[in-house]
């Protein structure tokens, strides 16, 4: 590949997307003990409280008030894919589900018609840091399946496929595969129904990649060829080299999918990488805030229904709920569907 080709976009808040993802953050908190009450055992003084995304002192509390999250606001129109890496979530929403998950699990939830949900980081532990490493990504829905019923799926850590490969001179770099698998990898446990990633065609695939110091690896073609797009996120680590040309920082990349694509951490530090690939739903896009449709005049409309419907109200005690002290993880569904991963 040449340099003309291999296309870079800085990492600023939030990464750069393309079609079909519409939003890309990462979330790398560093929570101190709690307070009991599942907020930090430390001074909120100097935030801006409600909207606090200072990373001070290495932590936000993002939209929480005494407990870091995202209390309860709508969506309508895509979904949220939310990746917990270390740490908890709890989810509540307007159907009445709840969930608590983290370490590895990732909660796909299709928005459709409209929904409100909480997305709140409680801090159990009084004795101990609590770390919070997560990715949400936003997925579009095509025109057809704006009005779909809301649905959230639980992909569980132990289910979700991961392989670890090692190279000649014996450096590893393990995959994730959260949708989409390569050959000779278990398939991953599928999105919800009505999910652009529920069509094959649309050769959605969402994966992270950690790479050992001095570890080369070959990103396989993907199977939609060049009607696919495909981008990494080199997001940790010193250096990196794709297809021979050096990426000096954290960036974006752009590489074809219709292709091998060769990578070798070249830094002395291990690498991380998230990839989002997917071929473009190729509809016009109209978004304010949380409602993502095709025209203005969906726009209007969807704060319309929300202000007349609330999208099935609230039923919570309070905008920030939280699950309780005990860390296990669980999903009630608005049917009454519970599940559990298993231990």
């Not at 840091?129 to 779909?148: C, E, G, M, V």
């Not at 390569?182 to 999910?195: I, L, Q």
Request: charged share 20%; hydrophobic share 40%; proline share 10%.
């Amino acid at each position: 590949m040449s340099a003309a080709t291999l296309t870079l976009h800085p990492l600023g808040f939030p990464w750069p997307t393309q079609d079909p993802f519409l939003f890309c953050v990462h979330h790398d908190d560093r929570y101190p003990k709690g307070n009991g009450q599942y907020g930090p055992a430390a001074s909120l003084a100097g935030r801006q409280i409600g909207s606090d995304f200072s990373y001070r002192d290495g932590w936000s509390m993002y939209h929480g008030e005494s407990v870091p999250g995202f209390p309860a606001h709508p969506h309508r129109g895509f979904e949220t894919v939310t990746l917990v890496r270390t740490g908890r979530i709890d989810h509540a929403d307007s159907l009445g589900a709840a969930a608590r998950y983290g370490d590895g699990d990732v909660q796909w939830l299709t928005a459709g018609r409209g929904i409100q949900h909480a997305e709140m980081f409680p801090l159990l532990s009084t004795t101990a840091p609590n770390p919070l490493d997560l990715f949400q990504i936003w997925l579009n829905l095509p025109a057809r399946k704006k009005f779909a019923a809301p649905h959230f799926t639980m992909l569980w850590a132990g289910d979700i496929p991961r392989r670890t490969d090692t190279d000649a001179a014996g450096a590893t770099t393990e995959l994730v595969c959260v949708a989409g698998a390569p050959d000779g990898m278990a398939t991953p446990p599928g999105p919800p129904p009505d999910s652009w990633a529920s069509d094959p065609a649309a050769d959605v695939a969402i994966w992270t990649l950690q790479m050992a110091p001095g570890a080369r690896w070959t990103l396989p073609a993907a199977r939609g060829g060049a009607t696919t797009k495909r981008r990494l996120y080199f997001y940790s680590g010193a250096t990196l080299t794709v297809d021979d040309q050096p990426v000096p920082g954290h960036a974006a990349i752009d590489v074809p999918a219709e292709r091998a694509v060769h990578i070798v951490n070249s830094g002395a530090a291990p690498a991380e990488l998230l990839m989002l690939q997917g071929r473009p739903i190729g509809e016009s896009v109209a978004q304010y805030g949380p409602f993502v449709m095709n025209t203005e005049a969906e726009i209007r409309q969807a704060f319309m229904d929300y202000q007349r419907t609330q999208f099935g109200g609230w039923q919570w005690p309070d905008a920030a709920p939280v699950h309780g002290n005990d860390p296990a993880r669980f999903a009630r569904h608005a049917d009454g569907r519970k599940e559990q991963p298993a231990r």
